[in-house]
Nanobody, 122 residues
Framework: QVQLVESGGGLVQAGGSLRLSCSAS????????VGWFRRAPGKDREFVAA????????FYADSVKGRFIISRDNAKNTVYLQMNSLKPEDTAVYYCAAATDLYSDYAMYDYWGQGTQVTVSS
């Protein structure tokens, strides 16, 4: 079992930055790939970024490429999402999730956090 808890969300002006954290419990966390997803009001859940168990092979949705950076520290059981040059359209609840391999399909993820709200004002 893996339990995930997101933190770091908040209100920021357009152009600003936030860093989200996904803290995990469970000794096997370091063997899981981790993805970040988001859901804006009235929209479907959207893939944002994912990273392999080793911290390699990060990949991103086109909408955030060049602005967001995903990283992980397995010694701290934590995955980060550094979000720069934020836009109002980035406003959403952000979720982290764990899977046995790298996927952009949310259905392939086994464990989910409760989400953290990110609001970007114009």
């Amino acid at each position: 079992q893996v339990q995930l808890v997101e933190s770091g969300g908040g209100l920021v002006q357009a152009g600003g930055s936030l860093r989200l954290s996904c803290s995990a419990s469970g000794r096997t966390f370091s063997t899981y790939a981790v993805g970040w997803f988001r859901r804006a009001p009235g929209k479907d859940r959207e893939f944002v970024a994912a990273i392999s168990w080793s911290g390699g092979d990060p990949f991103y949705a086109d909408s955030v490429k060049g602005r967001f950076i995903i990283s992980r520290d397995n010694a701290k059981n934590t995955v980060y999402l550094q979000m720069n040059s934020l836009k109002p359209e980035d406003t959403a609840v952000y979720y982290c999730a764990a899977a046995t391999d790298l996927y952009s399909d949310y259905a392939m993820y086994d464990y989910w956090g409760q989400g953290t709200q990110v609001t970007v004002s114009s």
